[in-house]
């Protein structure tokens, strides 16, 4: 299958690069690129988006100079994300206001519905979950405070955003209402700036949905080592679980913050020597962390591959 995808990471010196790339096939496990002009080794980690599609890939070959396959990258999924975005409700009884700013909308990533009557806007809201109500006052045909009120009853944890031509007409009861008030004359960027404001920007990726890459249940000692202001914290921990891409570890005597790099150490039966390397810490429940390796290495990822190749991986749940 031929797709044109978005491809970014960081290259061979360090630095963060961003480019369109095609595949030349893809599997449930990986794919086959071409286009890749800034240079990445084996192990790499690239983030891959192709629509609203997005994910985690590891580059295990990249093809030899000189050879059919030069130009070329392979691929693994390690894992999938989903592209989430936030919707707005936008209630104005002129046409040409939604026509204008519902491309607005759209082009910073939010869902925006539109209604021109307030029953259209309560028949909306009783079915879809909105992160935000963009209302235009006066409303003609409503008692603007009654009507704010019960959008307000009717999905109590919205963000409501009133824009008006005329503030001075704006009743004091409407202002206390609302989360915030906009003049219909401001600029778009300002209106965006709000929005984003009261809800943050118009679609994250959740993360994982699914893995690729199979956890196993590994219990051995675990030495980890974080840099805080020049200052090295040390700190002892135990496995919980271990894959090819990452570890759960178990942390006693410290915390560890989400986006951490940190120095581990452990020692498998597979491996003559204790294992090394670098890591993030990507999520914390309580004392247990989820840590992905940053740079593995051939000899450590086959010191893992071996061991996990005799144990039975965990259930995981999709």
Not at 175 to 202: C, M, R, S, W, Y
Request: with cysteine; proline share 5%.
């Amino acid at each position: 299958m031929r797709l044109t995808a978005l491809v970014w990471g960081s290259d061979g010196n360090g630095h963060m690069f961003m480019e369109q790339v095609q595949t030349l096939d893809i599997s449930p496990m990986g794919a086959r690129l071409k286009g890749l002009s800034h240079p990445v080794s084996t192990g790499s980690i690239l983030g891959i988006q192709n629509g609203d599609n997005q994910g985690r890939f590891e580059v295990v070959w990249i093809g030899e100079k000189g050879s059919d396959r030069e130009g070329q990258i392979g691929v693994r999924c390690i894992q999938i994300g989903r592209q989430t975005r936030k919707s707005i409700l936008y209630i104005d009884d002129q046409d040409f206001e939604l026509e204008r700013r519902v491309p607005l909308l759209q082009a910073f990533g939010y869902e925006p519905h539109t209604a021109a009557t307030a029953q259209e806007a309560f028949d909306q809201m009783n079915k879809v979950h909105f992160q935000a109500v963009m209302v235009d006052q006066p409303f003609p045909g409503v008692n603007d405070v009654t009507f704010i009120d019960q959008i307000k009853r009717t999905q109590p944890d919205t963000k409501i955003l009133v824009v008006s031509a005329f503030p001075s007409q704006v009743p004091e009861r409407v202002v206390e209402l609302a989360d915030t008030f906009l003049h219909k004359g401001e600029n778009q960027n300002k209106l965006i700036a709000a929005i984003e404001q009261l809800i943050g920007p118009g679609h994250t990726i959740k993360w994982p949905i699914t893995r690729t890459i199979q956890r196993y249940k590994v219990v051995v000692p675990v030495a980890v080592r974080v840099l805080r202001s020049g200052v090295s914290v040390q700190m002892i921990g135990t496995s919980v679980d271990l894959g090819e891409g990452g570890m759960g570890v178990q942390v006693a005597g410290g915390e560890l913050a989400a986006g951490e790099i940190i120095n581990i150490e452990f020692s498998l039966p597979t491996a003559p020597h204790p294992l090394k390397l670098y890591a993030m810490v990507r999520h914390r429940k309580i004392d247990h962390y989820g840590i992905q390796f940053v740079d593995i290495g051939a000899e450590n990822r086959q010191a893992i591959s071996d061991l996990c190749d005799v144990l039975v991986p965990m259930d995981l749940p999709h």
